[in-house]
């Protein structure tokens, strides 16, 4: 929630001339629903895509305040579901995110899925488990070719907004064995390697480097440190150089 409209074109435009000449990275903006469409607008003719932060499933309906995947289209290409924020303030459930990634994708529109732990399921020892769920969850009743085209983002709860960050190693691991690991599982392996898993939680223009060069962690869910361009710019160029681009 931030970002009023002057300031979110401001800072989209600044990111997209800061790109400019990156190739081989794909960077999306996901402003908030009341500048949505001027972002979509202004970045219209640059490489930078623009994303939603939630939708609801229904089409349409009374059901005030909230945003139908028929809206987004044309808007948004990619959307943004089951964030730990929307499940921890707002009673999100793997059902419902479920259900959202099944309305986006009849409107194609790529879901981003969110994924991740508390910090005592962690210290008790059930990342993997709890992780594994909540994709099993949220890929139910899809095929191997729509989660092939997914996103899913591996966000640990305790290291959003708090300056903890997971190890790369050990976020690389949990996204190989817990995310990417069941995928292959559910769906086979050919999708399991087609599908982008992306690492969050309190990653910077310091530290993205080290998960960028791992091998299962395919890009970044960037949160505070996407709200300046010079930050958010330094990361796709880091992002750039951890890849060899």
């Known amino acids: 929630m931030h970002k009023t409209i002057p300031e979110a074109l401001e800072l989209a435009q600044g990111v997209a001339a800061g790109v400019r000449d990156i190739a081989g990275v794909e960077v999306v903006v996901c402003p908030p629903f009341t500048a949505l469409a001027a972002v979509a607008q202004a970045l219209a003719a640059t490489s930078v895509r623009v994303g939603a932060q939630d939708v609801f499933w229904e089409e349409k309906g009374a059901y005030t305040g909230e945003i139908a995947p028929g809206m987004l289209a044309g808007l948004a290409s990619y959307c943004i579901i089951g964030h730990s924020e929307r499940r921890a303030l707002f009673g999100e459930t793997d059902e419902w995110v479920n259900r959202k990634a099944k309305a986006l994708l009849a409107h194609g529109i790529t879901p981003i899925i969110c994924v991740g732990e508390s910090l005592e399921q962690n210290r008790r020892g059930e990342t ?21 085209g997914l996103v899913i983002a591996y966000e640990p709860i305790w290291a959003i907004g708090t300056g903890l960050t997971a190890t790369p190693v050990d976020a690389n691991r949990i996204i190989g064995l817990s995310v990417r690991g069941v995928v292959a599982e559910l ?3 050919a999708t399991a390697q ?17 998960f960028m060069v791992q091998p299962e962690i395919d ?27």
Do not use: K, P
């Open 194 to 210: 087609a599908i982008r898993i992306q690492y969050g939680g309190s990653t910077n223009a310091q530290n993205i480097y080290d």
């Open 187 to 189: 769906f086979g392996e």
């Open 128 to 148: 993997d488990a709890f992780v594994g769920q909540q994709v099993r969850a949220a890929l139910a009743g899809l095929t191997a070719a729509q989660v092939a």
């Open 219 to 245: 890009g970044a869910l960037v949160g505070g440190a996407s709200l300046t361009v010079d930050s958010f710019v330094a990361m796709v160029r880091e992002t750039a150089r951890a890849r060899g681009l």
